[in-house]
T-cell receptor
Framework: GQQVMQIPQYQHVQEGEDFTTYCNSS?????IQWYKQRPGGHPVFLIQ?????EVKKQKRLTFQFGEAKKNSSLHITATQTTDVGTYFC????????????FGTGTKLQVIP | DTGVSQDPRHKITKRGQNVTFRCDPI?????LYWYRQTLGQGPEFLTY????????KSRLLSDRFSAERPKGSFSTLEIQRTEQGDSAMYLC???????????FGPGTRLTVT
């Protein structure tokens, strides 16, 4: 079955440092989505990537989708305390019912 | 539209009891998902619906779990003969189609004593 792994599991950074989380799927994906979950909250959609090699930016966040559509990354430049939370990727499978599989998540702590 | 709502927000039950949760998705959304999330883990897929049709159910889900979405609107998730291992946050999400973003509800936190 489709599996989606993320590394690292945890990351502590000083405020102002950069942060990157990587997402790897066991199967080729149709699309990939990224979500952020604040402590005590529910996942909130950030972005969706569709095309092979696609790069999208949202202010300090840069998202990439790999050429083979099996991996993705999220990079945050100059982290702020408001970036604290767990970041999940969610892979959407090809064909069939297009099952959505969430990754294991990367928990980001920002030290002021 | 007020987003995805779930009821109840918290449920404490004794082992062996049955519980039922309700999810009201965003009205025009065709897809509805149920997930389970435990502390420090990502949302674990349970099942999903396209309108009223239940398209897939996780193989991890025992026969004690059942979900319905009559008329393709709200959905219910029932857990029969609850066990302590069922304690978790149960999240519902809806989306317009498979390839659109999911909007999550606040979740129902289940504690089985």
């Amino acid at each position: 079955g489709q599996q989606v792994m993320q590394i690292p599991q945890y990351q502590h950074v000083q405020e102002g440092e950069d942060f990157t989380t990587y997402c790897n799927s066991s199967t080729t994906l149709s699309n990939i989505q990224w979500y952020k979950q604040r402590p005590g909250g529910h996942p909130v959609f950030l972005i969706q990537l569709v095309k092979s090699g696609e790069v999208k930016k949202q202010k300090r966040l840069t998202f990439q989708f790999g050429e083979a559509k099996k991996n993705s990354s999220l990079h945050i430049t100059a982290t702020q305390t408001t970036d604290v939370g767990t970041y999940f990727c969610a892979g959407i499978g090809l064909g069939g019912y297009q099952k959505v599989t969430f990754g294991t998540g990367t928990k980001l702590q920002v030290i002021p | 539209d007020t987003g995805v709502s779930q009821d109840p927000r918290h449920k404490i039950t004794k082992r062996g009891q049955n519980v039922t949760f309700r999810c009201d998705p965003i009205s025009e959304h065709n897809r509805l998902y149920w997930y389970r999330q435990t502390l420090g883990q990502g949302p674990e897929f349970l099942t999903y619906f396209q309108n009223e049709a239940q398209l897939e159910k996780s193989r991890l889900l025992s026969d004690r779990f059942s979900a319905e979405r009559p008329k393709g609107s709200f959905s219910t998730l029932e857990i029969q003969r609850t066990e302590q291992g069922d304690s978790a946050m149960y999240l519902c999400a809806s989306s317009l189609t498979a390839t659109y973003e999911q909007y999550f509800g606040p979740g129902t936190r289940l504690t089985v004593t």
